[in-house]
Antibody, heavy 123, light 108 residues
Framework: EVQLVESGGGLIQPGRSLRLSCVASGFTFDDYVLHWVRQAPGKGLEWVSGISWNSGRIAYADSVKGRFTISRDNAKNSLYLQMNSLRAEDMALYYC????????????????WGRGTLVTVST | EIVLTQSPGTVSLSPGERVTLSCRASHSVPRNYVAWYQQRPGQAPRFLIYGASTRGTDIPDRFSGSGSGTDFTLTVSRLEPEDFAVYYC?????????FGPGTKVDFK
């Protein structure tokens, strides 16, 4: 069974930094594209960032480009999101998501989701 | 960026009824790369359909998807109590990946 467990969320002041982590199990971690998708309270879904199996391809939503950095450690079955210069509009539940595909050119099917970690940006 | 619009915003139905949800794209979605997800209250989204019409593993056949170009639909042939939820379409044919705003299916 695929399991994705996020951690690292919490209350943070605007302008500060936070690092989210996701530990995966139940599949061959380094075979798949992985993503972060977020959901603001009471709102819809927003894709944040994706990373290929070997970290050779990375993409970001314009809303986080230049502030957030996605990375992965295949030896630790872990995915990360470094979030800098946090803003009120970054407040959301952040989901770690495994793609259906291992092929970057066909990526973007969000097959398996974690339960999310909540990031609250407030003074 | 491809913007997705979903309609209706909310639909109220009873178990056993059929529902068809619409997803319209601002531009043609390359290769009809559209997926659908279900989100029940307090839960993470659940993957249903990819490639506009292919069900994911273990997704019941009462869920079906269709469409091409800019117009896509998700149909639930007979609503079960657990199907009352929010449904999102999403396109992965073009970066950035984008979602529609969702359609809520609730109890009449």
């Amino acid at each position: 069974e695929v399991q994705l467990v996020e951690s690292g969320g919490g209350l943070i002041q605007p302008g500060r930094s936070l690092r989210l982590s996701c530990v995966a199990s139940g599949f061959t971690f380094d075979d798949y594209v992985l993503h972060w998708v977020r959901q603001a309270p009471g709102k819809g879904l927003e894709w944040v960032s994706g990373i290929s199996w070997n970290s050779g391809r990375i993409a970001y939503a314009d809303s986080v480009k230049g502030r957030f950095t996605i990375s992965r450690d295949n030896a630790k079955n872990s995915l990360y999101l470094q979030m800098n210069s946090l803003r009120a509009e970054d407040m959301a539940l952040y989901y770690c998501v495994k793609d259906y595909s291992s092929n970057w050119d066909e990526m973007g099917i969000f097959e398996n989701w974690g339960r999310g970690t909540l990031v609250t940006v407030s003074t | 960026e491809i913007v997705l619009t979903q309609s209706p915003g909310t639909v109220s139905l009873s178990p056993g009824e059929r529902v068809t949800l619409s997803c319209r794209a601002s531009h043609s979605v390359p290769r009809n790369y559209v997926a659908w997800y279900q989100q029940r209250p307090g839960q993470a989204p659940r993957f249903l359909i990819y490639g506009a019409s292919t069900r994911g593993t273990d997704i019941p056949d009462r869920f079906s998807g269709s469409g091409s170009g800019t117009d896509f639909t998700l149909t639930v042939s007979r609503l079960e109590p657990e199907d009352f939820a929010v449904y999102y379409c999403q396109q992965y044919g073009s970066s950035p990946l984008t979602f529609g705003p969702g359609t809520k299916v609730d109890f009449k």
